[in-house]
């Protein structure tokens, strides 16, 4: 066997040419292999074209000649190996959780809120490693919007953490819940609100913990969080964040390519942690920030599902280029035209970024 064949990937197109193992030059004159494998032999470019259709092991003869004194020899044969592999998306089931069980939810989730002046999406999606085995989404979401103001939560249930899917809904659907009953009323300290908001939600974690007679650590979740308005005195956008463990949130506006992170990424103690939730969390600093802008600028907000597959470090989550990336791979993509698109655009494949993914935008009208 003197000849090797690169292997092809179902669903990817192919286009190798066999590699000889032999020193002396070899001119290929056909090929033989199942019609099955969907692969045909151009003897023009000396290559196996076409598009892979079987899974195996195919055996191949190829037959050749070799270069001696300026002429072709006679026609000898080799055989060699062709691997075809199957799609890794395939590889994947996709088991519906269960709905019988404590805390049931959907498995995907979206909603849009659209007014004169103002666009927001919501999607959250089921990761594939969850899919796999029929466990339940453990990422959440909230939007809301007033008059003057916008708000967007998103939430990340611990995978460690028995209860986490409910930990995450309940975190943004208190704190949410909280923010659009104060925010309808006048000259509130909106700083002081949003520790209020954060405080009721761990309150609700442990009141639901307690009911439940398990640990409130079983709840655990991060939660990341905008509040947009207008504020007429100063004549600015206020955008008030709030960030307790991973994902990201920034602004990033297309027309400028302006973009800045508000965000960053709270870890834990070790590699690979992130902090949740909790009364602890809740004595430090900066975990609530005012960033302030004379335009509108858009908004995103995502779970480390979307930021990981996107952003592969600190570096990249502060760089132009891989905003401009990730919001041009919406526009082509057509999710920020609704939510349902949204939700579709979060099935992106991404080797090794299985994880559940939740995106929010908040959007001027001429954005979508």
């Given at each position: ?9 179902i669903?990817k ?18 090929i ?26 195919h ?5 050749y ?21 199957p799609?890794?998306?395939?590889l ?15 498995d ?10 103002i ?26 919007a ?10 990340d ?67 990341l ?22 994902g ?62 996107f ?50 935008l ?7």
């Amino acid at each position: 066997m003197i000849f090797d064949l690169p292997p092809a990937l179902i669903g990817k197109f192919y286009q190798q040419k066999p590699i000889s193992r032999s020193e002396e030059e070899l001119r290929i004159v056909a090929i033989d292999m199942s019609q099955d494998t969907g692969l045909v032999f151009d003897e023009s470019s000396q290559q196996l074209i076409g598009q892979p259709l079987l899974v195996g092991e195919h055996h191949v003869m190829i037959h050749y000649q070799a270069q001696l004194y300026q002429q072709w020899g006679e026609t000898q044969s080799s055989y060699c190996l062709l691997v075809i592999s199957p799609d890794p998306r395939s590889l994947w089931q996709n088991i519906p959780s269960d709905p019988q069980q404590l805390y049931a939810k959907p498995d995907s989730a979206s909603q849009s809120i659209i007014s004169s002046h103002i666009k927001m999406l919501a999607a959250s999606q089921r990761g594939r490693s969850h899919a796999h085995k029929g466990q339940s989404r453990e990422d959440d979401f909230f939007i809301a919007a007033g008059e003057h103001w916008q708000l967007a939560i998103v939430a990340d249930g611990a995978g460690s953490a028995k209860y986490s899917r409910y930990g995450s809904q309940l975190i943004c659907q208190t704190i949410g819940r909280f923010l659009s009953t104060v925010l309808t009323q006048p000259m509130i300290d909106i700083k002081l609100e949003l520790k209020n908001a954060l405080g009721e939600a761990v309150c609700a974690l442990e009141n639901e913990a307690a009911a439940q007679q398990v640990d409130v650590k079983d709840y655990a979740s991060t939660v990341l969080a905008v509040l947009c308005y207008f504020d007429s005195q100063q004549q600015d956008y206020v955008y008030w964040t709030v960030a307790v463990g991973d994902g990201a949130i920034a602004w990033y506006q297309p027309h400028t390519e302006q973009m800045q992170l508000l965000n960053t990424p709270d870890t834990g103690d070790y590699a690979g942690e992130t902090r949740f939730l909790s009364n602890d969390v809740l004595m430090q600093p900066n975990i609530i920030n005012c960033y302030r802008s004379k335009a509108f600028m858009p908004c995103l907000l995502m779970t480390d599902g979307v930021s990981d597959a996107f952003f592969d470090s600190d570096n990249a989550l502060k760089s132009h280029q891989v905003w401009r990336d990730l919001w041009q791979n919406l526009q082509k993509n057509q999710a920020l035209d609704d939510d349902k698109n949204l939700l579709e655009w979060l099935d992106f494949w991404s080797r090794g970024n299985h994880d559940d993914r939740t995106l929010v935008l908040i959007l001027g009208k001429e954005h979508g």
